[in-house]
């Protein structure tokens, strides 16, 4: 559980790492997977791996879980987060992934004086659960506020 927990939090930090570089393009990944759905690598982004995009103005990362795991390594995640991050906020929200009622927070932190905010949902996709996270650094207030890419997966309403 614990390596869980340790692993979900670098993966949520991942997108931050300075000099993060796509995989060498003899492998690289055109195609994102999430649940039954795909999609092309959006253009102007790179894909860092198969669940994850860096693009010029935001960053998009997934994770599975079993979904009896999912609340409590998020939980114990976030709260290693308040813990290590300077001026961290948490706000719990209604989220939907996909179009289906989840629920998910909205964070804020800074690092290196640059305001970092995030949408996290979570929530059941087919047999797993499934964490999603968008990292961009204004703030998210409504749907608008997502890129058009992270809007076909998670949204603020409907």
Not at 32 to 44: H, Q, R, Y
Request: proline share 5%; hydrophobic share 45%.
């Amino acid at each position: 559980m614990y390596k869980m927990i340790f692993l979900l939090w670098f993966l949520l930090l991942l997108p931050l790492a300075v000099g993060a570089q796509p995989t060498d393009s003899k492998d690289s990944v055109t195609t994102l997977k999430l649940g039954d759905s795909t999609f092309a690598v959006p253009f102007g982004c790179q894909a860092i791996s198969p669940y994850q995009i860096k693009c010029a103005d935001y960053e998009l990362v997934w994770l599975y879980f079993p979904h009896e795991q999912v609340n409590a390594v998020l939980e114990n995640t976030l709260s290693g987060m308040g813990k290590n991050l300077p001026n961290f906020t948490k706000k719990k929200v209604d989220a939907f992934l996909f179009g289906s009622k989840c629920e998910g927070y909205k964070i804020h932190f800074t690092k290196d004086t640059q305001n970092i905010h995030q949408l996290i949902a979570y929530g059941p996709l087919g047999k797993y659960s499934v964490v999603v996270q968008v990292v961009l650094y204004h703030e998210i207030n409504t749907n608008a506020d997502l890129p058009e890419f992270a809007r076909r997966i998670l949204a603020l309403t409907l």
